[in-house]
Structures are given as C-alpha cells and as structure tokens.
Nanobody
Framework: QVLLVESGGGLVQAGGSLRLSCAASGSIFSINAMRWYRQAPGKQRDLVADITSGGRTSYADSVKGRFTISRDNAKNTVYLQMDSLKPEDTAVYYC???????????????WGQGTQVTVSS
C-alpha cells in the first residue's frame, strides 16, 4: 500500500557531497515525521536526522553542521544533503516515515529498502 524509495547513494571521496532522496507513494493520507537512519557493517541502525511535518529538524551529533534534512510535503519526499563527507559516514542509509493511510485509523511506521553510501579516504 505504501512504498518508500530511496535514491542518490553512491561512491564519493572524503570531503565530497551527496544528496539522498526518498519518495513515498501509495494510498497516503498524511505523513508526520520523516527520518534518515544509517547502518554500517556489523553495527546497529542509528538515527541520523529527522524532520517533522512542520519542518522542525534534529540531527545526530556526528553529522551536525555537515548534513541537512529537508522535505517537500507536496511530493511526499524527504531529502538528506550530505556535505564534508567522511569515511565513517559509509553505511546503508534508510528512509523512515510515520504514515496515515487513506481510510486508516492510525499512523504506522514505514521503511525504504536502503541506499549504499561509500566514502573513500
């Protein structure tokens, strides 16, 4: 019923930039918070940044000042602009959103399939 599709990952040198996108599609009535998580090999999945429907943002300490989360509510899309990338940013990045379906009773949690970001030193 709902699909979250990430794009924009890839290989970049340290100090470079990437912009991730995540578009939600399907029988969507409303979206609350949208988030980006990441998971490096052998590590847990960690929250990177989140943004409310009103545009309030928060970031993990490790990415503050380098990453910027934004969203386009008309397109049901969230973005993650990643600048000054470091090798330790290498991970699979996942999009997450709280979505209320048309005719639904409550918001539910949805995940994208992930996109690989690799930063070379």
């Amino acid at each position: 019923q709902v699909l979250l599709v990430e794009s924009g990952g890839g290989l970049v040198q340290a100090g470079g930039s990437l912009r991730l996108s995540c578009a939600a599609s399907g029988s969507i009535f409303s979206i609350n918070a949208m988030r980006w998580y990441r998971q490096a090999p052998g590590k847990q999945r960690d929250l990177v940044a989140d943004i409310t429907s009103g545009g309030r943002t928060s970031y993990a300490d490790s990415v503050k000042g380098r990453f910027t989360i934004s969203r386009d509510n008309a397109k049901n899309t969230v973005y993650l602009q990643m600048d000054s990338l470091k090798p330790e940013d290498t991970a699979v990045y996942y999009c997450n959103a709280d979505i209320l379906l048309r005719g639904g009773a409550d918001f539910a949690d949805y995940w994208g399939q992930g996109t690989q970001v690799t930063v070379s030193s």
